[in-house]
């Protein structure tokens, strides 16, 4: 007689503990597990702990610790209470390359944690750090899984499930025509479905898809907005020409450019104390990203490069009469303002 055994599912390599759950139904606990090689879910599901203990005091702090360069004793002082009581969330990031003395000290903190703190502990796969990782299952701890996605139907699930969470419609062609241009990388499928919501109106279709991302090969609009916006003038210019010579249209390239630059601008201004993260619907790791970005970069560089988009967007949507020397032309200026002073 078969048992279940006789049918493997691909999608699991190995039984999961009873605490586990998916990366996106978080919850709290003195103690989070979020584990898996997939550093996109990772990122969200730390977000949505952290969202969660905000939702509870949206004073607690937030204190990331690198397991990488951990030293002795680092764990009992960040997730002790601070000096006004605050609470505070603890993230260990970088967990499979954890060192011995976080080991040791995770271990002692599982046996009794702070009831009032939450430590996160991220772990991107591989048994380094076994003990440790034994010892947060044992204690009950909830894990938040994040597999790889590399099954097509996950990667159909996964931007279906993008647009869903933004109310956007689009046919089962159009999700189809967007994994199949960009589905070797994760995070370039959730910017695709950020990008089309942003730019576009109504149920997004098939020939919308095409017309962004139709014909790529290597280079992208989003590789060559971050080169232009790390000020790589050469790199910048050869990706584009390389994306127009393998049939990219010049229109998806100036809005990869546009939403790179969206970005830093709203983080610019959370900077500045004018909003926050979640009134710019921002997530943790976006806003992470365009800090480091932001670092070199001034208010009238910044300014320059918005203005420089705005021009090319007019101009690639019927207004000049160049495309290409219009999308070529914003990708030098964007480079060149990233060092204005």
Known sequence: MPT????????????PAANTRPWDDPTLAPVVLVRGPEGLLAERAVDGVIGLARSRD???????LEAAAYVGGQLTVAASPSLFGEAKVVVVRGAEACTEDLVADMVDYVAAPDPDGVVVVVHGGG?????????IL???APVLQCDAISRDADKVSFVSGELRAARRRAEPAAVRAL?????????EL???????VADTSGTIGEATVDRY???RVEATGFKVADAAVAGDAGAAVALLRHALDTGADPVPVVAALALRLRTLARVAAIRGGSTTAREQGLQDWQVRNAQRDLARWTPEGLAAAITAVAQADADVKGGGRDPVYAVEKAVLTIARARAMR
């Open 4 to 15: 279940t055994s006789s049918r493997p599912r691909p999608a699991r390599r190995s039984k």
């Open 58 to 64: 949206p004073d607690v702090e937030r204190v990331e």
């Open 127 to 135: 048994n380094r750090g076994k003990r440790m990782l034994d010892a």
């Open 138 to 140: 044992a204690s009950g």
């Open 179 to 187: 994994v199949d241009a960009l589905g070797n990388d994760l995070r």
């Open 190 to 196: 959730a910017s695709a479905c950020a990008q089309l």
């Open 213 to 215: 991302y139709g014909g």
